[in-house]
């Protein structure tokens, strides 16, 4: 094979190969698809009869997910473990709950009370790690003279947090 064609079988996928070979703009995950975010942190399995706190953690995480790809664009490597500390805490909570419901007869009230307190204190901790993403705090700065001018002017401004602020022409009523 000579060189021309050795470049030429390095763009082209071979039949059945589809997206192959890492190419660019042709490998990795789809747009839109969640397998580029996975960063091998993860949970763990729970009992199969606690499966459905599994699927509520999952729910939990697509959620912190999508609200950091909105305000970030990506999940980093520290996005992701601020989200897997919450997801334990929050599976800690679930569990603390699970338990409590399971057992409440046979516990005394001081037992009912830890389970209560280990609850509360998971809630704190998870909401402590959500607050390390950051996510309420990347808002722009107006220059409340421009907003005034803007206002003076006939004109509006656009108040998007994660864009700079926009200014445009207010429609007249007809």
């Not at 969640?34 to 959620?63: C, M, S, T, W």
């Not at 473990?81 to 997801?87: E, G, S």
Request: charged content about 35%.
């Amino acid at each position: 094979m000579n060189g021309s064609q050795r470049e030429r079988s390095k763009r082209i996928p071979k039949p059945g190969k589809q997206n192959a070979g890492g190419m660019k703009g042709r490998s990795g995950a789809a747009r839109g698809n969640r397998n580029r975010l996975r960063h091998g942190l993860q949970a763990g399995q729970l009992p199969r009869d606690a499966k459905y706190i599994e699927v509520r953690l999952n729910k939990f995480r697509r959620l912190v997910e999508d609200a950091v790809i909105e305000m970030k664009g990506e999940v980093s490597i520290p996005d992701a473990a601020h989200i897997q500390t919450a997801m334990r805490w929050e599976r800690h909570a679930a569990l603390a709950q699970r338990w409590l419901k399971q057992s409440y007869d046979e516990l005394s009230a001081s037992e009912r009370l830890n389970f209560s307190r280990e609850i509360a204190k998971a809630s704190t901790d998870r909401d402590k790690a959500l607050r390390g993403l950051k996510l309420g705090t990347e808002l722009r700065r107006l220059d409340l003279a421009a907003y005034i001018d803007a206002g003076k002017n006939g004109n509006a401004i656009d108040l998007d947090p994660r864009k700079e602020p926009k200014i445009r022409k207010i429609k007249e009523a007809e």
